[in-house]
């Protein structure tokens, strides 16, 4: 089929749009979850939605679906799914959520204008909570779409200031009326930035994203001993802070012993009393490690697991650890990632098969439905960030190639792709 | 000669007593200098004084000395110094300074009350601001005492509160008369305790204190490039945290290579933005390296400067270096170094030379006159904090001791020990 022709300059004034409800410095935004902000962004969406005449929707945890069936040959069929988040982190960029809800939008206008008509419905939803900065979990609204969390503990879920998600809900007006878990898809596609600096660095317009990475974060606390500086001989110390600076310098060598796409991080690291001429008595860190293989992010956790043992004992420390979240890795449908290499092959665009190390609620829809990704470049791979960037010409890229896997997705004939539900 | 005879009641009530001016969990107490608590104690300090019948004299930085020539046949030659601090860290315990000072108050006493004569007068001093933790430099009277610091310099100095020194000074009523530099004494010998773990770890009491060690204070600033945790390539990475660790790390080994009496100490270290899913962009850090002999210290410091050049190379960040401070080593009096060593085996106690690893009012002192210092034992190496303690017995070795050595000091012909002056 011809490629669908879409209006870049509507995407971006959109996302402009979205942005200016709460700018930050440069391209950046604020929409904390559930937060006035945010609800400014929902009411933004379901103007637009209405201006397109679809069908709109929203369910007990807040997610907005729209649902366009006039195009379609037969309207009951399960839609094809795409979106993605309208909240930020506290200092967001204008990209990252917004362009995959706005994308959506994009597609099904253009499909209109087009006059085209697909068998199946195209739907365009907006999660709630994907970033998880004010409420944990994040990916909460998605993760309660396809029933992986109870209705009812999201609501019960305190944030950071103390809020309630329920009762912010209500307060913002987006507590909807439609059950979830919600009706499966007949497919799920995200557009998304991505967050990393792969692409740009290769010098490659689209990702082909083949999974989301697993996920193993820890918390360290290291007890040692406070002591002078100066006074304290080397062998008489049981410094908590050397402690955490062995064990990260051993993260980067068991990062390296696993080899492949592993990737260990500590982010975090405080010590007490953070003093130039006192020993530290007490660490704080965290490990993030990552990787697409389960198998070798097991084997990390492994290692790390005895780097912790084996520094506790040659330093003279206790070290507690605790996990702060654990996800598996996930795989997305292999259709789904060859059509959007093919699709950007058929345009002649560069593409590349990459995982993502990022969460996403496409990682959530994926257990209900064959799903896939499309990432565009991020300038230097900057996000959660208001210096975010994505190149306009990417931009077009990404949107133009999403708009025509939904045009083939939306014309599979039954059972569709995969194995759908099955997941 | 015969010991003299100490009443340890009398040295505890008045170390209570300070303490309680503004005290801290347990036995701890807070007079940072110039504030209305130090204010408080320089009042105290100075009612003991005057019962003791002194002639008190403050100087212009604020210095109280009070000298006790009733016993002396010779009441007009330099005195036998001894003396410390009053002031303490924000969370001090009671008896770093403190107990310098008020054994240098029972001595006088203890003489007095035996009817001892001495051929020279004795004082006893209170430095400003040895601690440095509201004005810099640390040991700043002491300083100003001998010259090594401009006055004008010293009252212009701004604190972490923006206060002046000379306006505080005024405020408490302790900018003095007397001039400054102040008169040599004779010799200078202060009572302190450990603060660190040695003399406990080897089950010593008296510390025979040959130096202090020199001081080499570094700030580094690390820049790299903040990045998603999940999304960038270990390869990709300008990680400014791991750059910090690799510095800390290698910091433990050229501690060890460099040997001796070397210590490195990494204290403060902080990240940005300091959380468990970036890499950290930034990451400041202190490192903090002593060592008794000059030219080992100076080989330290070179080995960190290149392990800096190669860190930043390795890990593609820039590194900015900066000195917090820069000391010298400093060496005792070894006639009193012997003094000390030969008066607590006279009194049956057992003993050990060691420098200092922490700064003192004597090595300031030890520029002008021949100088010394007794430790007695921390328990733990606990200081600068109210856990800070010495045992009863402890502290009455340390202050007979300190009573012997200043009663032969004190009976010296001339010219007196070593080389008056000469440093």
Redesign the interface.
Same mark, same amino acid.
């Given at each position: 089929m011809a490629g669908v022709r879409i209006d870049l300059t509507r995407v971006e004034e959109r996302l402009a749009e979205l942005a200016a409800l709460h700018p930050l410095d440069g391209l950046g935004s604020c929409r904390l979850a559930l937060t006035d902000d945010d609800r400014a962004g929902r009411d933004l969406l379901i103007t637009w939605m209405g201006d397109l005449g679809l069908d709109v929707g929203i369910d007990a945890i807040g997610n907005i679906v729209g649902r366009w069936s006039a195009g379609a040959d037969e309207p009951d069929l399960p839609p094809v799914m795409t979106g993605s988040h309208l909240d930020t982190v506290a200092t967001g960029g204008r990209f990252d959520g917004a362009l995959g809800v706005v994308a959506g939008l994009e597609v099904i206008e253009a499909l209109a204008a087009s006059g085209a008509r697909t068998r199946r419905p195209v739907a365009v939803a907006a999660f709630t909570n994907e970033e998880g900065s004010r409420f944990a979990p994040d990916m909460m609204g998605s993760l309660v779409y396809v029933g992986g969390l109870a209705l009812e503990v999201a609501l019960d879920t305190v944030g950071i200031d103390g809020a309630r998600v329920g009762h912010e809900l209500d307060r913002i007006g987006y507590r909807g009326a439609r059950p979830v878990p919600g009706p499966a898809p007949h497919a799920f596609v995200e557009l998304h930035i991505? #967050? !990393?600096?792969?692409l740009e =660095?290769e010098g490659v317009t689209i990702g082909a994203v083949t999974g989301v990475?697993g996920?193993s974060?820890q918390?360290l606390v290291v007890t040692g001993? $406070? @002591? =002078? +500086?100066?006074? &304290?001989?080397?062998a008489?110390r049981r410094?908590a802070?050397?402690a955490a600076? +062995?064990i990260? +310098?051993g993260v980067?060598e068991l990062? $390296?012993v696993v080899g492949g796409r592993q990737?260990?991080? *500590?982010?975090?690291? =405080?010590?007490e009393p %953070?003093? *130039? @001429? *006192? *020993?530290?008595g007490r660490a704080t860190m &965290?490990v993030?490690l990552?990787n697409i293989d389960e198998a070798a992010l097991r084997e990390a956790e492994k290692r790390l697991s005895e780097l912790v043992t084996e520094v506790a004992a040659t330093e003279r420390v206790e070290i507690a650890s605790r996990s702060?979240a654990r996800f598996e890795p996930v795989e997305f449908d292999e259709r789904i990632v060859s059509l959007v290499e093919s699709t950007a092959t058929g345009r002649g665009l560069t593409s590349r098969r990459l995982a $993502?190390? +990022?969460?996403h609620d496409a990682q959530m829809m994926a257990r209900v439905c064959p799903t896939g990704m499309i990432f565009v470049p991020s300038r #230097? !791979?900057? $996000?959660? %960030?208001p210096a975010e960037f994505t190149e306009p010409g990417h931009l077009r890229a990404g949107v133009e190639v999403l708009a025509d896997v939904i045009s083939t997705l939306a014309a599979d004939p039954d059972p569709g792709p995969g194995r759908a539900g099955a997941r």
């Open positions: 991505e #967050q !990393g600096p792969v =660095h990475q996920i974060w918390e001993q $406070s @002591n =002078h +500086a100066g006074t &304290t001989p080397m008489l410094d802070g050397h600076v +062995a990260a +310098a980067r990062v $390296s990737v260990g991080t *500590v982010g975090r690291l =405080h010590l %953070n003093l *130039v @001429n *006192v *020993v530290a &965290t993030d990552r702060l $993502s190390g +990022a969460g #230097q !791979g900057i $996000s959660h %960030n």
